[in-house]
């Protein structure tokens, strides 16, 4: 059977290179309508060329959810994935275009081509390369594919609540995947929630002359007092209340972690750091990274920030801040938390816009999908595969699997130096075809896994 798909993917990599690269030309940031419909045309053509059943919902003008369904058994795998991007700014740090993908030195450079493109694309070509060289699918495979997953999956429940009978299954298989700097497949059940806010002071009706800054209030300053009441300097939140739903890990959940490996120096090279933050040792930062919420400055403005010299004060300042959730916290309960202790602090002139949220899923470790996926990832790649309890990102897996309290796990070929975000994003061609087995493999042994 591994000759015969070899054989198969050695035989169509040509064209299914080419279709990665025509799904990532498609410009499909938040808010590009055109762009976004037609990649939800191009991943609906492609499940049907697959042998899909397929189907769009949609809310008004929002992005369409495209829906593919194919095979039959006992069980039903749900395929949660997304066709939108980041958006690619700042475009001058591409060093080629970044909706022009570019093959070089065995990687594909475009942005989505890792978040999520290139995930999704894989799994429905392993949809084709099963029935080419194995025959009927032994499970139901149902694609749930979003187009605003990046701008917080803002309708995505309303359009399941459509048909509760999309939730129904046994498992679902995440978005992303990746492996460690070693090659080691990392399988990750969850991921993080969160919550994004706009934080805006206004002191003035306009800015001032800085001479008069002994006497006028400035809203920078008044933004960065606020700004510090959030967050100690060991990285603690300092709202009350925030961590009173948190989850506790098991015993289970937090040996798995201790197994991992952090990859420390690989972490300090790639983003040319000498140490974490909050002092963190490699031990506390790998544990936080999966069991602690965060409060993070994503960015902020005031005043005059272009080339050369303006002596003014803000009349004005922003900042917009996430905060990434563990289970059981509720975005919506942040957000209440975060009002009240704006307004305890002296605050209540501080605008807090909310933007994002979303809950966050942790899965069960010990599942028939994730053993299966376990088991394929190690045989594609030839090397042990770790189990994380969750990933630092968000992913809309409680709308999905919080109803039947479903296993999720990722299987992939993200790798450190993917740049999932970032400018000059990409893959690694030989991780893809591995993933790609992987997946194919995923597929048939989720029928019969104990």
């Not at 060991?234 to 937090?254: C, H, K, Q, S």
Request: glycine letters at 10%.
């Amino acid at each position: 059977m591994t000759d015969q798909l070899d054989r198969y993917l050695d035989e169509h990599r040509d064209r299914f290179v080419a279709e990665l690269r025509e799904l990532c030309a498609i410009p499909c940031e938040t808010g590009e309508d055109a762009a976004l419909e037609a990649a939800a045309r191009w991943c609906s053509d492609r499940l049907g060329a697959a042998g899909a059943a397929t189907r769009t919902l949609r809310t008004g003008a929002e992005p369409a959810l495209v829906v593919g369904e194919t095979g039959s058994g006992k069980r039903t795998l749900i395929c949660v994935q997304h066709y939108d991007v980041q958006p690619a700014v700042p475009l001058e740090l591409w060093q080629t275009p970044p909706f022009d993908p570019a093959v070089r030195d065995g990687a594909m450079f475009a942005r989505g081509v890792n978040d999520n493109k290139g995930h999704l694309l894989l799994r429905i070509q392993a949809l084709e390369a099963y029935r080419a060289t194995r025959g009927e699918l032994p499970i139901r495979v149902r694609f749930l594919i979003e187009g605003e997953e990046e701008d917080g999956s803002a309708h995505l429940a309303e359009l399941l609540a459509r048909d509760p009978s999309l939730t129904d299954g046994d498992g679902a298989l995440k978005e992303g995947g990746g492996i460690d700097a070693a090659g080691r497949p990392h399988l990750l059940l969850g991921g993080k929630g969160i919550y994004y806010v706009e934080l805006r002071a206004r002191t003035m009706n306009r800015d001032a002359h800085s001479g008069g800054a002994t006497y006028l209030p400035n809203a920078a300053w008044r933004l960065i007092d606020v700004l510090q009441t959030l967050v100690d300097g060991n990285g603690r939140i300092l709202i009350d209340g925030f961590y009173d739903d948190v989850r506790a890990p098991t015993d289970a959940e937090l040996a798995s972690v201790r197994a991992l490996p952090f990859e420390a120096e690989d972490k300090r090279r790639i983003h040319d750091i000498t140490e974490f933050a909050w002092h963190r040792d490699e031990n506390a930062a790998s544990m936080a990274a999966i069991f602690e919420p965060t409060c993070n400055i994503c960015g902020i403005w005031s005043g005059f920030t272009g080339i050369g010299t303006k002596t003014v004060i803000p009349a004005e300042a922003t900042a917009k801040v996430d905060f990434r959730l563990v289970a059981d916290q509720d975005p919506a309960r942040i957000r209440d938390l975060l009002r009240r202790h704006l307004d305890r602090h002296g605050f209540s002139d501080v605008e807090a816009a909310s933007k994002e949220g979303t809950r966050p899923y942790r899965g069960r470790l010990d599942d028939p999908v994730v053993r299966a996926a376990k088991a394929a990832a190690e045989a594609a790649f030839g090397t042990e595969a770790f189990i994380v309890p969750t990933s630092g990102g968000t992913s809309p897996m409680w709308q999905v699997c919080g109803k039947r309290k479903l296993a999720n796990v990722t299987l992939g070929m993200g790798h450190p130096g993917s740049g999932a975000h970032a400018p000059n994003e990409n893959i690694l061609l030989d991780n893809y075809w591995r993933a790609l087995r992987a997946t194919v493999d995923l597929y048939g042994r989720y029928a019969t896994q104990a």
